[in-house]
T-cell receptor, first 112, second 115 residues
Framework: DQQVKQNSPSLSVQEGRISILNCDYTNSMFDYFLWYKKYPAEGPTFLISISSIKDKNEDGRFTVFLNKSAKHLSLHIVPSQPGDSAVYFCAAGGGATNKLIFGTGTLLAVQP | GAVVSQHPSWVICKSGTSVKIECRSLDFQATTMFWYRQFPKQSLMLMATSNEGSKATYEQGVEKDKFLINHASLTLSTLTVTSAHPEDSSFYIC???????????FGEGSWLTVV
């Protein structure tokens, strides 16, 4: 049972435009959500997180939106840059264990 | 900022041998570390939670006798793949939270190829 889902395996965006990456989850007990960026053959790099008590968190070009009623979160990158091209994973966690459940990832390609 | 380092980055071993991967938190102490595995074009799958001073907690379907985890100190966890087989070839990644409820930092990952 995939508790965290990223239904779009890939996304292509023009440089300067907005990239919107989506993530859905099924477990309403998750306390926090994170987005990670991963280049091939490297470990994931933390991008941004959001607590379940908030609906928006912004950090520079990255904004994460959380819709708890829809069990949906999205990552907005604006303006998109070619260096943003990578696989983006959303992850969810809850309780005191710090265990994360990852989505399957979305490959973002930003075209110059 | 906090750094988690893995060693080795790449390892090739013969089928039937064992290989050890280290995960170190370089500037913070981690009572808990996590080990993930990623097969090509798939998500990161949690294998086990490494607990300092006690036994690791394994996820369902992960063989604890095959994937030995030892959390030797507050800055070091090791994953030993015993009697490796070609199907164990994968990308192994560790992570550690910088305190309860804090951001989780990942190592660089270790590529294991079993031939």
């Amino acid at each position: 049972d995939q508790q965290v889902k990223q239904n779009s395996p890939s996304l292509s965006v023009q440089e300067g435009r907005i990239s919107i990456l989506n993530c859905d989850y099924t477990n309403s007990m998750f306390d926090y959500f994170l987005w990670y960026k991963k280049y091939p053959a490297e470990g994931p790099t933390f991008l941004i997180s959001i607590s379940s008590i908030k609906d928006k968190n912004e950090d520079g070009r990255f904004t994460v939106f959380l819709n708890k009623s829809a069990k949906h979160l999205s990552l907005h990158i604006v303006p998109s840059q070619p260096g943003d091209s990578a696989v983006y994973f959303c992850a969810a966690g809850g309780g005191a264990t710090n265990k994360l459940i990852f989505g399957t990832g979305t490959l973002l390609a930003v075209q110059p | 900022g906090a750094v988690v380092s893995q060693h080795p980055s790449w390892v090739i071993c013969k089928s039937g041998t064992s290989v050890k991967i280290e995960c170190r938190s370089l500037d913070f102490q981690a009572t808990t570390m996590f080990w993930y595995r990623q097969f090509p074009k798939q998500s990161l799958m949690l294998m086990a939670t490494s607990n300092e001073g006690s036994k690791a907690t394994y996820e369902q379907g992960v063989e604890k006798d095959k994937f030995l985890i030892n959390h030797a100190s507050l800055t070091l966890s090791t994953l030993t793949v015993t009697s490796a087989h070609p199907e164990d070839s994968s990308f192994y990644i560790c992570s550690a939270p910088d305190g309860p409820g804090n951001t989780i930092y990942f190592g660089e990952g270790s590529w294991l190829t079993v031939v």
